[in-house]
């Protein structure tokens, strides 16, 4: 019965781990989309992970909410921090420092 339940873990951490890697390329994606179309540069290519939390979706079951951080420039002579974070495999939400801008789901 132990090895049911090892096998068990074991395809949990594997799903834990495919969804976090989807995750983390949608937020690149979508890192990426946004600075382009404002024309700003999305610095090393890459986003990290900044918090990870448990919340409930509208029909009440717990998902996992991921917040990453990603640096962008105006010009290549600054470093600017944004914020998108990811649920369900949507952008949620978007945040620049350059305007403060916080952009809901609909205007990505």
């Known amino acids: 019965m ?3 339940w090892l096998m ?6 594997i799903w834990f781990w ?3 890697v ?3 390329e949608l937020a ?3 890192a990426k989309m946004r600075c382009d179309f404002r024309g700003l540069l999305f610095l090393d290519q890459s986003v990290a992970l900044l918090r990870l939390k448990m919340r409930r979706n509208l029909k009440g ?3 996992f909410e991921r917040h990453y951080q990603f640096e962008f420039s105006r010009s290549g002579d ?3 921090t944004g914020d998108i974070v990811i649920c369900e495999g949507k952008v949620v939400h978007f945040f620049l420092s350059e305007t ?5 789901p609909d205007q990505l």
């Open 2 to 4: 132990s090895d049911w």
């Open 8 to 13: 068990a873990l074991l395809a949990g951490v």
């Open 18 to 20: 495919q969804n976090s």
């Open 22 to 24: 989807k995750a983390k």
């Open 28 to 30: 690149n994606i979508g």
């Open 61 to 63: 079951q717990m998902v």
């Open 78 to 80: 600054d470093r600017l």
């Open 100 to 104: 403060d801008d916080i952009v809901s």
